[in-house]
């Protein structure tokens, strides 16, 4: 995979998964799936360079990841256990990193 691709998926997942999320998204989506799908499919744009498909395979990839960590997180950050909080928030974003470059090499490289 080239550097370029590499820090254009890093870059554009920035901007998707924070840089677009809006307050409302953050705050209501680990409690409301009509929220976590709102947050979704503002996700799945940017990544439409790439392809409908890829775009989509992310967007499905990243509801499940968010619908199980964001509940998580809640939890945690409401018993007030911050370091186990920042732990699930890395090992949601790994996960996030992990099912981009694995769907781009899948689709584009193998």
């Known amino acids: 995979m080239e550097i370029e691709i590499i820090l254009l998926i890093v870059w554009l997942h920035f901007v998707a998964d924070f840089l677009l ?14 929220w ?10 940017p990544f439409m ?5 890829f775009a989509f ?3 499905v990839l990243h509801f499940i990841t968010d619908h199980i960590t964001s ?12 370091g186990l909080f920042f732990k699930v928030i890395g090992f949601d974003q790994a996960i996030h990193m992990s099912t981009l470059f694995g769907t781009y090499y899948l ?3 193998k």
């Open 21 to 34: 999320q809006t307050e409302a998204m953050a705050n209501n989506k680990s409690s409301s799936n009509k």
């Open 36 to 45: 976590l799908t709102i947050h979704i499919v503002c996700y799945s744009l």
């Open 49 to 53: 360079v790439f392809g409908v498909w």
């Open 57 to 59: 395979i992310n967007g």
């Open 71 to 82: 509940r998580i997180t809640k939890r945690l950050w409401a018993e007030k256990k911050v």
């Open 107 to 109: 689709m584009f490289i």
